[in-house]
């Protein structure tokens, strides 16, 4: 058994001090915990020569909401570190396909640029010259995007504030420090953008380009630059849409999946440990109410923190001796309507009745019975060392349930009944589960009779299903983002591909006007400029196949329950990017195809 607990704390912040006060904590850990430790009959250092680990470890308070993903908690919004990098890095891969698009289409239009860079030569300009005039273009381009960027983000920050449940304001944001990041930002990408057009356009030598030759012949390298970079973008676009795909998967594999109980049309009354000796009087009020159809009072819930300790159990000769001598079990204190109220399934013998004295009496559920190795666990015994090695009885096992998100393994669990006092703990709750109908009113009528019974207590409530989709709220959060980055980035790759369409069908004019005077028809012509820039598209999407599907995996590998990634997620992602490559390019190869071959013959 291993326990990890991190302790926050606003330490100083000399590493040296930080080093020197955790050097105590081993030491501090073996001597207040040894009380709890004789208590369930182990010593401590019994625990650790068995690989039991119990360490504490200072962490900023700077860190808490983006580093502590791994520390469940209730007392402050957690996220993870790991998504601001995700989303960093798609943001800094759109930019690229943004320089992508600049420098192919820089490129593509070499030869109207050419010229002017060989009569530049011709009356002396040098090549650096040359090459800073290109470079402070495109760093110019970049600002007045800049300029832009700001604009979009001014109009489009309440939509995203909805999307990502936040509340940013930009003038947060006006600081010299992001000021400094953004200039950064525009000359990178000025300098990215604009440095192959530059070097390339300058390198070419003036008897060539004013004798009106063919710039790509003999090297082929703008043929070749042009292809990848479309290559590049449409394998980015791709690795995309297959996220998004697989991201989605996983949350309505999250909504689907079985949980061992139905969480659906439960509501959660959290304040009803306040109402004292009147909690068990509201229960049975409630179910008199004709919207509801079970209620129940417990310590905790699925959803909440549950109660662990360690428990010893009965062994003998026929079960099998590969469990520890102890175990750890995470449980709820419940009354006798629980199992029935959340519909837990009872796998063998039976759920807690008032028609028995249940005070000794536990139920496990079907991962503590298979790690203690019990073939028949009814009637068996569990002691529990915490409180004068009391003994329960097990009188029933549970289906599987989960009580936390998907991401955690189902955990050894047991319920113990309310008369069992087996431990004492601050809070309570009672489930309601109401009949479908009008939810509003069934909620109006339960706040009526709470205000009976603690007419100074706030009604606090919540619906189960709810508190459980707050569970994977960064996941739905992740899932949105994702679909914008997506359009984003197909929409930027594909304005470069119909930049190279337009530019590709402009070249080859007068080859198509050819072919269609002998005889080539539209589909024909349609189909010779597709074919090409598709072959790129497939390229593109058998190279974003194996990272998509190595990073989706890496991702999926946080659920302890997850879903497959299938081959069809591969195929409808390429068909996508296929099919939305193909209108692009389609658009401007039919508006060429249907151009009258007199026009372009016509100079010859």
């Not at 919004?77 to 989303?87: A, C, L, R, T």
């Not at 909440?304 to 995470?330: C, R, W």
């Not at 069908?505 to 080859?511: L, V, Y």
Request: net charge positive; proline share 3%; glycine share 6%.
């Amino acid at each position: 058994m291993s326990t990890y607990v991190k302790f926050k704390a606003n330490a100083a912040t000399d590493p040296a001090s930080i080093t020197a006060l955790e050097s105590k904590f081993p030491q501090l850990v073996k001597t207040q915990a040894a009380s709890a430790f004789k208590r369930i009959g182990q010593p401590y250092d019994e625990f650790k020569r068995k690989g039991g680990k119990w360490d504490l470890h200072l962490q900023p308070l700077t860190d808490l909401h983006l580093y502590s993903a791994d520390i469940g908690t209730r007392y402050f919004e957690q996220s993870d570190i790991k998504y601001v990098y995700i989303f960093s890095a798609i943001a800094l891969f759109i930019i690229l396909l943004a320089c992508v698009n600049f420098m192919n289409l820089s490129t593509a239009q070499s030869v109207k640029r050419a010229k002017e860079v060989g009569i530049r030569k011709v009356l002396g300009s040098l090549r650096k010259q040359l090459i800073r005039q290109f470079i402070t273009e495109a760093i110019l381009y970049s600002f007045l995007a800049a300029i832009f960027a700001i604009i979009i983000v001014i109009l489009v920050l309440p939509a995203f504030n909805q999307i990502a449940n936040k509340d940013l304001s930009l003038f947060a944001f006006l600081n010299l420090r992001t000021a400094f990041g953004i200039l950064s930002l525009i000359l990178l990408t000025g300098l990215l953008a604009g440095s192959y057009p530059a070097f390339f356009l300058t390198s070419l030598k003036p008897v060539s380009i004013l004798k009106g030759g063919n710039l790509f012949n003999k090297s082929g390298s703008g043929f070749f630059t042009r292809n990848a970079l479309v290559v590049f973008q449409f394998t980015v676009s791709t690795v995309l849409i297959i996220c998004t795909v697989v991201v989605y998967k996983q949350l309505m594999f999250n909504q689907s999946k079985d949980l061992g109980f139905n969480k659906e049309n439960v509501l959660v009354i959290d304040n009803a440990g306040r109402l004292g000796k009147n909690e068990e009087g509201l229960r049975t009020e409630l179910l008199r109410l004709p919207q509801v159809a079970n209620a129940s009072i417990s310590t905790s819930l699925p959803t909440k923190q549950s109660f662990g300790d360690t428990y010893i159990p009965e062994l003998n000769t026929n079960d099998v001796h590969s469990a520890e001598n102890n175990i750890m079990l995470s449980s709820f204190i419940v009354d006798d309507a629980f199992a029935s109220t959340m519909n837990l399934k009872i796998e063998n013998g039976r759920a807690f009745s008032k028609n028995f004295s249940d005070s000794a009496s536990v139920l496990l559920n079907e991962t503590a019975v298979k790690q203690i190795g019990w073939k028949n666990p009814i009637g068996k015994t569990l002691i529990y060392p915490g409180n004068n090695n009391q003994k329960f009885k097990v009188v029933g096992v549970v289906k599987d349930f989960n009580t936390e998100s998907l991401r955690s393994n189902i955990e050894p669990f047991a319920l113990f009944y309310t008369t069992s006092k087996t431990y004492q703990i601050a809070t309570s709750y009672i489930t309601v589960r109401i009949k479908p109908g009008d939810y509003n009113a069934a909620i109006e009528s339960i706040r009526l009779k709470w205000k009976e019974f603690g007419p100074d207590i706030p009604f606090d409530y919540s619906f189960m299903d709810a508190e459980f989709d707050k569970l994977y709220r960064s996941d739905q959060i992740m899932g949105k983002v994702f679909t914008v980055f997506t359009v984003l980035s197909v929409f930027v790759a594909c304005l470069g591909l119909l930049g190279l369409a337009i530019y590709t069908a402009e070249r080859r004019m007068k080859e198509i006007s050819i072919r269609k005077v002998l005889g080539a028809s539209v589909q024909n012509v349609v189909t010779m400029l597709s074919t090409d820039f598709l072959k790129l598209i497939i390229i593109a999407s058998v190279l974003a196949f194996p990272i998509a599907w190595y990073a989706m995996s890496k991702w999926l590998q946080g659920f302890a329950f997850r879903t497959n990634i299938n081959w069809w997620v591969f195929a409808i992602s390429a068909g996508i990017t296929l099919t939305i490559a193909l209108i692009t390019i389609s658009f401007q190869s039919i508006k060429a195809a249907l151009t009258n071959p007199v026009k372009s013959l016509h100079s010859e």
